[in-house]
C-alpha cells in the first residue's frame, strides 16, 4: 500500500467525485434523444435495468481493483501478473480517458459559450438556422472556448485530490441536482409537455427491439464511466473503511436519477415545441446546440431557461472532465513517478494538442478525415465504441480468472459489511458483463461499416 498516495476525506467524497465523473454529457445530451430515438419509456425501462445488473458489476468491480492495488489501471493490472492481456487491459484502460478528455473538453468548450451568449441576451441568436455550425466551423472562437474550458480543468486537478477534485464535486453535484430539478418541473409544465412525459415514462412494448437494448448498453456504458480507468484510479484514493457496495450503489442512484432529470427536461420540452413530433429528438449531437435554442426561445423566460440549463451542463460536463484528467495524471504519475505538477503540465500539452484537432475538425481541418470521420468523431468512436469495450473485458477476465470473486467479496467487505448482491455481482461479472461488451463491440463496428444502422 501507498502511503503517501492521495485519499478522499471519507465516503461523501467518494460518492461525490465518483457520481461527478459520471454525470457528464452523456447524461444530460445524449440520454434524452437515444430514450426519444428507441422507445421512450421501454428504452429507461431496459436502461434502468441494465445500471441495475451490469453497471453494478462493473463499478464494484473497478472500484474494488483500485482500492485492493492503490494504484492506477496500469498498476493496477500488472499487480496480478505480466502476462500480455493483462499488461494491453491496464494500458487500454489508461489512454482511454487520456484520449477522451481532448475532445471533451471542445464540446466543453461549446457549452461555455453558449452559457456565455445566453448571459449577454442572445438568445434569439442563438436560436437562428445555421448558428451553431457557423460558430463550430470558426477556428479561432471554437479554440478559445476549448481552451477556457481545459485551464479551468487543469485548475483544479493541480489542486489535487481532496483540496481540487472533491471540494469542487461537493460544491456542484448539490447544486447540479438542484438545476436538473427546477429545469425539469419548468419544463414538464409548459403546455403540451404532459405526452412527452408520457412517452418518456410509460414503457410502450410495442417500440421494443433489439436496437433498444444494445443502444441502452451503450449508453450505461458511457454514462458510468466504465472502462476509463476512473473508477480505478478512484477506489485506489478510498480509504479502507469505506464500504464500497453502499457507496457505489449511492453513485448508481445519482448517475441514474440525473439522467432521468435529463430526459424531464428536454423531452417534453422538446414535445411542447414540435407539437408532439417525436422526431423531432432525433436530433443527435445537434439537438443541445439546435433544438433547444429553439425551443428556449419559444418560451416565456428563455433566457433564464437557458442560462439555468447551460449552466447546470456546464457544472455536469466539468466534473467529468475532471475525473478523465485526474485518470490521467494518476497514472503519468504511477508510472512515470513524477509529481502532480508535472503530471499535470503533460496532461495540458496532451488536451491542447488533441483537442486542438478536434476543435479545427470542423473548420480550417475539415478537409483532413479519418475512415471518413472528423477529428472529434473518430476519437468518440475509437474510445467509446473500440477500447472501452475491450477494456471492460479484460476487466472481467482479470476478476474472474486471476483474482478470483472470493478474493474480490474479501475487498468488497473489508470493513466486516455483508455483500448483499453478491449473487448478481458473481453471475454478472462471469457471464453476461462479457458477453454484453462482446455485443457492444461488435454492433458499434458493424454500424460503422453500415452493415447495421443503429
Not at 478559445?144 to 487543469?154: A, D, M, Q, R
Not at 484510479?233 to 469505506?242: A, E
Not at 415545441?273 to 425551443?295: E, H, Q, R, W, Y
Amino acid at each position: 500500500m501507498d502511503k503517501n498516495r492521495s485519499k478522499f476525506s471519507g465516503k461523501i467524497g467518494f460518492v461525490l467525485s465518483a457520481a461527478g465523473s459520471a454525470v457528464g454529457l452523456g447524461n444530460i445530451w445524449r440520454f434524452p434523444y437515444l430514450a426519444a430515438k428507441y422507445g421512450g419509456g421501454i428504452f429507461l425501462l431496459v436502461y434502468l435495468v441494465l445500471v441495475l445488473t451490469f453497471g453494478y458489476a462493473m463499478i464494484i468491480a473497478e472500484t474494488a481493483l483500485g482500492r485492493m492495488t492503490q494504484k492506477s489501471p496500469v498498476s493496477a493490472f500488472q499487480r496480478f501478473g505480466n502476462r500480455v492481456w493483462m499488461k494491453i487491459g491496464g494500458w487500454i484502460n489508461a489512454i482511454v480517458p487520456i484520449l477522451i478528455v481532448p475532445y471533451y473538453s471542445v464540446i466543453g468548450g461549446w457549452v461555455c459559450k453558449y452559457l456565455f451568449e445566453y448571459i449577454r441576451g442572445s438568445e434569439m441568436t442563438l436560436a437562428q438556422d445555421g448558428y451553431f455550425g457557423g460558430f463550430i466551423s470558426n477556428g479561432g472562437s471554437v479554440e478559445f472556448w476549448f481552451l477556457v474550458f481545459t485551464f479551468v480543468t487543469l485548475a483544479i486537478i493541480y489542486m489535487g485530490v481532496e483540496n481540487g477534485i472533491e471540494r469542487v464535486s461537493r460544491l456542484m453535484m448539490p447544486v447540479l441536482v438542484v438545476l436538473a430539478v427546477v429545469i425539469a418541473v419548468y419544463s414538464v409544465t409548459r403546455p403540451g409537455a404532459i405526452e412527452g412525459v408520457k412517452y418518456f415514462l410509460i414503457p410502450d412494448f410495442s417500440r421494443f427491439s433489439l436496437m433498444t437494448v444494445v443502444s441502452a448498453m451503450g449508453q450505461m456504458f458511457y454514462s458510468l464511466s466504465i472502462a476509463m480507468g476512473i473508477l480505478v484510479t478512484f477506489g485506489s484514493y478510498m480509504k479502507k473503511d469505506v464500504h464500497i457496495e453502499e457507496a457505489t450503489t449511492n453513485v448508481e442512484f445519482f448517475d441514474t436519477i440525473i439522467a432521468v432529470l435529463a430526459g424531464l427536461m428536454i423531452i417534453p420540452a422538446v414535445f411542447a415545441f414540435s407539437n408532439g413530433d417525436a422526431s423531432t429528438l432525433n436530433a443527435g449531437p445537434s439537438l443541445m446546440f439546435i433544438t433547444l435554442p429553439k425551443v428556449f426561445s419559444s418560451m416565456g423566460l428563455g433566457t433564464i431557461a437557458g442560462i439555468l440549463f447551460f449552466l447546470l451542463v456546464l457544472f455536469a460536463a466539468l466534473t467529468s472532465s475532471i475525473a478523465l484528467s485526474e485518470s490521467a495524471v494518476s497514472t503519468f504519475e504511477d508510472e512515470l513517478g513524477w509529481s502532480r505538477k508535472k503530471s499535470t503540465i503533460l496532461m495540458a500539452v496532451i488536451m491542447v494538442v488533441l483537442g486542438t484537432l478536434s476543435s479545427l475538425g470542423y473548420g480550417p481541418l475539415s478537409f483532413i478525415t479519418i475512415i471518413g470521420m472528423p477529428f472529434l468523431d473518430f476519437f468518440d468512436f475509437l474510445t467509446n465504441s473500440i477500447m472501452m469495450p475491450i477494456a471492460a473485458f479484460l476487466t472481467c477476465m482479470l476478476v474472474v480468472y486471476v483474482i478470483g470473486l472470493d478474493k474480490m467479496k474479501q475487498e468488497i467487505c473489508l470493513d466486516g459489511a455483508t455483500f448483499k448482491r453478491e449473487k448478481i455481482f458473481n453471475f454478472m461479472m462471469r457471464y453476461l458483463c462479457p458477453f454484453f461488451v462482446i455485443v457492444i463491440l461488435i454492433s458499434s463496428v458493424l454500424n460503422v461499416l453500415g452493415i447495421i444502422s443503429m
